[in-house]
């Protein structure tokens, strides 16, 4: 089955007000949450099983002016051979210094928007940026075979949608071969915590 924007439209504010605005999806292969937890520098024991629910109310009550928190905060969960990251209003899978440091070994695919609507996209093979989309340089001048067909489709049909009103979610399913669901989300639970940024 070929997706086209219908299949995300459920990704929305009104469904998600505090998760659609703001957010940052990051799938790495091979990984347990375990795993991921203790590669970014931090402490499995530490961290605390969530619902999605949970996981948003926490991120938003961190110690900081306007419930801030100092380090990453976010949940993860095993889907498959993959570990899923879930950060509301977080930037993790946008800072290219972490996730090309986090893909070492493996295949990352990341996607995230702010409030303000910058958006980024990045697929890192073994810490090698193999495709991306950088806010206001838009997307990767080269585009690697494996994603060809899904970017001429976007390009064609879909060139007025922001990343994250659906080619985001469609070229992380190619790349994944997961397939994101409200289900999915909703009905995970995350291990949960804050892990110190690395740099």
């Not at 979610?169 to 071969?177: K, N, S, V, Y």
Request: include cysteine; proline fraction near 6%; charged fraction near 25%.
């Amino acid at each position: 089955m070929i997706a086209t924007p219908d299949n995300y439209a459920w990704f929305s504010y009104e469904r998600f007000p505090d998760l659609a605005e703001a957010y940052c999806f990051t799938y790495v292969r091979g990984l347990t949450p375990e795993q991921l937890v203790t590669r970014l520098g931090g402490r499995p024991e530490n961290f605390t099983p969530m619902t999605l629910d949970e996981l948003i109310k926490a991120s938003y009550s961190g110690p900081g002016t306007y419930g801030t928190w100092d380090d990453m905060f976010f949940g993860a969960v095993a889907i498959g051979d993959w570990v899923f990251i879930v950060e509301p209003n977080g930037g993790l899978g946008a800072d290219e210094a972490i996730i090309t440091s986090l893909s070492s070994g493996t295949r990352l695919v990341s996607h995230f928007r702010d409030v303000e609507g910058v958006e980024y996209f990045y697929w890192i093979e073994d810490g090698e940026i193999r495709f991306c989309f950088i806010a206001d340089d838009g997307y990767s001048e080269e585009v690697p075979d494996e994603v060809a067909e899904s970017m001429r489709r976007i390009e064609s049909d879909y060139r007025d949608l922001y990343p994250s009103e659906w080619p985001a979610f469609l070229l992380a399913e190619r790349l994944t071969g997961i397939t994101l669901t409200p289900e999915l989300l909703e009905g995970s639970t995350y291990l949960c915590g804050a892990a110190p940024e690395l740099r």
